[in-house]
């Protein structure tokens, strides 16, 4: 019997925000600025797969609909993807080209994620909380090291300073779809399944404050602009992404490997 339709989409909307970071982050594979950083974030995005593998077999168990974990990543068109517009934004102008960019983002919903996990790790959705609890473990790892970066750049050269400022810059505003309760969040607060997103703000402004602060780095200024990813609506980048992502799986579908 499927969940009610509120239950599926709130983890379709945690499944593909970790499924598009993590295609989006494995672009700098062969391409990051130094060994070991090329390493560090392959594994970054190899966990967020796994992740998104993870919430995808779920959310196919809870809609009940005959589909797989391939199925909902490789057969879905881009206004059925609910991920957060912020994920899906290009590293730079290129496919690699602003290590900036990927670190402040990934800073950003790291400080997020963090906290999201080990709320869903007490959820009522049983299968929820035992993929939340695993999670969380990834995404410590992931937010200390974007922490890091963050510092060494924002605090470096002026150059890399202000390359990390105009980074926070630009993808600051997308933060606010986060903070954007709807009422499929409602739902899934009021059946015990997650948190509303809102009443995680204040511990991501206390950890962006604190890791900006000591980047020498400036909080952008609050707009009131709001994107709407998680409603499948999406900026022009994704489409290009699941073009990518998509094409071997659609150009011969049911392929065995």
Same mark, same amino acid.
């Given at each position: ?109 790291? #400080? ?6 080990? =709320?869903?790790?007490?959820? &009522? @959705? ?5 993929? !939340? $609890? +695993? ?31 105009? #980074? ?6 997308? =933060?606010?779809?986060?903070? &954007? @309760? ?5 739902? !899934? $607060? +009021? ?67």
């Amino acid at each position: 019997m499927p969940a009610p339709d509120f239950h599926a989409e709130y983890v379709l909307r945690l499944a593909d925000s970790t499924l598009v970071l993590g295609q989006r982050l494995a672009e700098w594979c062969g391409h990051g600025p130094m060994l070991e950083e090329d390493i560090a974030l392959t594994n970054v995005a190899l966990d967020l797969v796994g992740q998104a593998r993870l919430l995808l077999s779920h959310a196919a168990l809870l809609e009940d609909k005959g589909r797989n974990e391939d199925a909902l990543a490789y057969f879905r068109d881009e206004s059925q993807f609910r991920n957060w517009t912020l994920l899906e934004l290009p590293n730079g102008d290129g496919p690699h080209n602003d290590y900036a960019v990927t670190i402040a983002r990934n800073l950003m919903f790291s #400080a997020l994620a963090v906290p999201l996990w080990e =709320a869903l790790a007490a959820s &009522a @959705d049983q299968g929820l909380a035992q993929i !939340a $609890a +695993k999670s969380v473990k990834e995404s410590r790892a992931h937010l200390r090291h974007a922490s890091e970066w963050t510092v060494r750049l924002g605090d470096g050269t002026q150059v890399s300073h202000d390359r990390m400022q105009a #980074a926070f810059d630009r993808l600051w505003p997308y =933060a606010n779809e986060w903070w &954007a @309760d709807d009422p499929v969040d409602h739902a !899934a $607060a +009021k059946a015990g399944i997650g948190p509303m997103l809102a009443t995680l703000k204040p511990v991501w402004d206390r950890t962006l404050d604190a890791v900006l602060a000591q980047a020498s780095l400036s909080r952008p200024a609050h707009t009131a602009f709001v994107s709407s990813g998680k409603l499948g609506r999406h900026s022009e980048h994704l489409g290009y992404l699941l073009a990518e992502m998509q094409s071997l799986a659609r150009s011969d579908p049911g392929a065995q490997w």
